[in-house]
């Protein structure tokens, strides 16, 4: 097993780091579209628990522009982005190796909470917390659907 091989794990581990839901609700959409991932997901093949990953993903984006809304580096926030990281991880990763793909998703998504949590904060002190979170949405919903879309086949 090569790092290529499980390149898509690591890089929905960064979208994690920065919106917690996006991971789980980029692959229950694609899983809604048609799409299947190379490794086992047992969770997100469930109507109910496809629909919850998508209304968690919205309701994310929604608050996370609140005055309100806690650093994502709280334990809630670690937590979220550990489950969602570790799902969409084993489920991008090859098959048979959907453990190995989710700590590896996992370990990229922590530590790079606190890096994109600074860049956050630098962008707020610029352009204020609403401009800057639907900046940080675009850009990271954009490559959440990007890397489900190449990793996925039909």
Not at 54 to 66: I, N, P, Q, V, W
Not at 71 to 88: C, E, K, N, Q, Y
């Amino acid at each position: 097993m090569t790092i290529r091989s499980l390149l898509s794990s690591m890089l929905i581990g960064a979208v994690a780091s920065a919106r917690s839901m996006t991971p789980m609700a980029t692959i229950a959409a694609a899983r809604l579209a048609g799409r299947h991932t190379t490794g086992q997901l047992v969770l997100l093949d469930r109507p109910v628990l496809k629909a919850g990953a998508l209304l968690m993903g919205a309701a994310e984006l929604y608050g996370d522009k609140m005055k309100t809304a806690p650093d994502r580096t709280v334990f809630l926030g670690l937590l979220a982005r550990v489950m969602s990281a570790g799902i969409a991880g084993a489920a991008l990763a090859p098959e048979g190796r959907e453990k190995t793909g989710a700590a590896v998703a996992v370990a990229t998504a922590v530590p790079l909470a606190y890096l994109t949590l600074a860049g956050r904060k630098q962008a707020m002190a610029r352009i204020g917390q609403t401009r800057s979170g639907l900046i940080e949405d675009a850009l990271i919903v954009a490559a959440g659907v990007a890397i489900v879309a190449l990793s996925t086949r039909k």
